[in-house]
């Protein structure tokens, strides 16, 4: 048996012991039909939007890394009162309609029972498999919460240092590994030209980490200084296979192809290169891995018992 494995059995006997508040079959009494509610709407979707897998993974990240998952970054702002989409990290997010989707059908077949982040955690696990990521169970029995403050918003930017980043997610209890794990979900994700132009020799920042072809094809998308590409375009960060959730993304940043620099500085630098090697030489590692990272994360800070609420619309608090 390799380590991995022996590292991954050992994850999985704790794992009751390390979530006791949380529970895989949460809903088995209270809403059975709940995952499998979730489930096909997210099939839905994906079938006609691939990149629903990408905005699932942003969004389950960005609400855990601020108060926990507690679907806080769900909320509309309102007269008077802010919320976390309007802070900068999130203005560009999509996905929220699916949120709403699932929430409406839930509320008709089980009023008041299943959190809005359960539906966001079980529905970025739905996306992800979909994609060809990995199949795993995640415990559910979050409860909402009722604060949701863009100037709590902080989380890592894509031009921070391996260093650096590591910091914030030290913070929320991740080791180096598992931030190399996670930042993999860039396999199906996706930027703008404006987080990347600095990297540019078009825009008069030639950086030497990245692949010369690369940097020519970011520049016919973004432009120039003299010329920027017009309403910031999207570019995916896996130049290969953008929507396939597998391990081109660690060859690709292996490679010097590594849209944010970020992402290109996983690869070289000394703490991290080796895992991006490791994974991008065994794609089975990487899934397994990154199962473990994202059923860690889906416990961060967790609201459970008769702590928060759960909202009847995922948009706004019961008390609005």
């Known amino acids: 048996m390799k380590i991995s494995d022996i590292i991954l059995i050992f994850f999985f006997v704790l794992l009751p012991y390390a979530f006791a508040d949380?529970?895989?079959g949460f809903y088995g009494r209270s809403c059975p039909s709940a995952e499998t509610i979730v489930r096909r709407a997210v099939q839905r979707r994906f079938k006609r939007d691939r990149a629903i897998t990408a905005d699932l993974l942003q969004m389950?990240?960005?609400d855990c890394f601020v108060r926990g998952c507690d679907g806080s970054l769900l909320i509309d702002p309102s007269r008077g009162r802010g919320s976390e989409k309007q802070a900068g990290p999130n203005v560009n997010l999509d996905g929220f309609d699916l949120i709403d989707e699932i929430k409406s059908v839930l509320e008709k077949a089980c009023p008041s029972t299943v959190s809005c982040a359960d539906i966001v955690t079980l529905a970025t696990r739905d996306a992800v498999a979909?994609?060809?990521?990995?199949r795993y169970n995640v415990p559910t029995g979050r409860r909402d919460g009722l604060v949701s403050n863009p100037n709590e918003v902080n989380l890592p930017g894509p031009s921070l240092s391996v260093t650096h980043a590591f910091q914030s997610f030290r913070e929320k209890g991740f080791l180096l590994q598992e931030m190399v794990t996670l930042l993999g979900a860039h396999t199906v994700g996706f930027t703008h030209c404006s987080l990347v132009q600095?990297?540019?020799?078009?825009?008069?920042?030639?950086?030497?980490t990245m692949d010369l072809a690369l940097d020519a094809k970011l520049g016919r998308i973004c432009g120039?200084?003299?010329?920027?590409?017009?309403?910031?375009p999207q570019?995916?960060?896996?130049?290969?296979t953008s929507f396939v959730f597998d391990n081109e993304y660690y060859r690709q940043i292996g490679n010097k192809r590594g849209v944010l620099h970020i992402d290109q500085q996983l690869a070289l630098d000394a703490s991290t290169r080796r895992t991006v090697a490791g994974f991008a030489a065994n794609g089975e590692s990487f899934k397994r891995s990154f199962a473990s990272a994202m059923i860690k994360m889906g416990s961060l800070d967790v609201l459970v018992g008769n702590a928060g609420e759960i909202r009847k619309n995922c948009r706004v608090f019961n008390n609005h």
Do not use: E, M, W, Y
């Open 22 to 24: 949380l529970k895989v």
């Open 60 to 62: 389950h990240f960005h």
């Open 130 to 134: 979909l994609a060809g990521g990995p």
């Open 198 to 208: 600095s990297r540019l020799s078009s825009f008069g920042n030639r950086d030497p």
């Open 224 to 232: 120039s200084t003299r010329r920027p590409a017009r309403n910031d």
């Open 235 to 240: 570019i995916v960060l896996d130049q290969n």
